[in-house]
């Protein structure tokens, strides 16, 4: 496969995609998180997804082995798996490829397709999770602040989600470092979320891709 798209891309955005076998290399050193279903993974510079999609791979994997004999349980971890998924990206073609590399792989695993809520689930979590926008100024291409969704699990076929800002979420080892001014304030007291969302269902979810979003609590 080619490392490079262009030579000008490279030139104007230092853009070259990790190979394959590097992406493994490098999971392989944080195999046990990689391999989590909840373990939580931003890539600040996704690309078309080479890290990201390893990432989820790994992921459907351990659902497979642990809830592949149950189809409710597969289709809802194997959501809360890419839920726990994150990117950030520079040029819009490549985080339009990405969010389709990765809704690819969920699709192939559980043999879904659009007319699927869970695909259109899926969809609608991607839009929320890969944003377009600079890792570095922490902006979205639009100039507004990072936001990213944290989904949790809770069972029964129901997703809690909460919203933070991606700066106040980098200035957690400043705000906890020892000996610093703040080192004595607990995590409830930095981070508060700026949304948080009632529980939602697959079909929630798949109304939210299809233009009826859930109304926050």
Not at 55 to 71: I, M, N, P, T, Y
Not at 146 to 151: L, Q
Not at 177 to 202: C, N, Q, V
Request: glycine share 6%; net charge negative; hydrophobic share 40%.
């Amino acid at each position: 496969m080619s490392l490079i798209k262009s030579k000008k891309r490279v030139a104007d955005h230092g853009e070259v995609f990790t190979p394959p076998w590097l992406v493994d290399a490098m999971l392989d050193l944080v195999k046990d998180e990689a391999e989590r279903i909840d373990s939580r993974f931003l890539e600040p510079a996704c690309g078309s997804g080479n890290f990201l999609v390893r990432v989820l791979q790994r992921k459907l994997a351990a659902v497979e082995v642990k809830f592949g004999k149950s189809d409710f349980e597969k289709r809802h971890y194997s959501l809360y798996a890419l839920m726990c998924t994150y990117g950030i990206e520079l040029l819009p073609d490549n985080i339009a490829e990405c969010r389709a590399n990765m809704l690819d792989v969920l699709a192939e695993y559980l043999n879904i397709d659009e007319t699927d809520e869970a695909y259109r689930a899926a969809s609608y979590v991607l839009a929320q999770n890969l944003v377009h926008g600079d890792a570095l100024t922490m902006r979205t291409d639009g100039g507004q602040p990072i936001t990213f969704a944290e989904w949790g699990y809770l069972g029964k076929g129901k997703f809690q989600r909460r919203d933070f800002r991606l700066d106040v979420l980098t200035g957690s080892s400043a705000f906890s470092a020892e000996g610093t001014l703040f080192a004595h304030l607990g995590k409830h007291e930095i981070f508060t979320p700026i949304r948080t969302w009632p529980a939602m269902t697959l079909r929630d979810l798949a109304a939210a891709h299809d233009g009826t979003p859930q109304e926050a609590a």
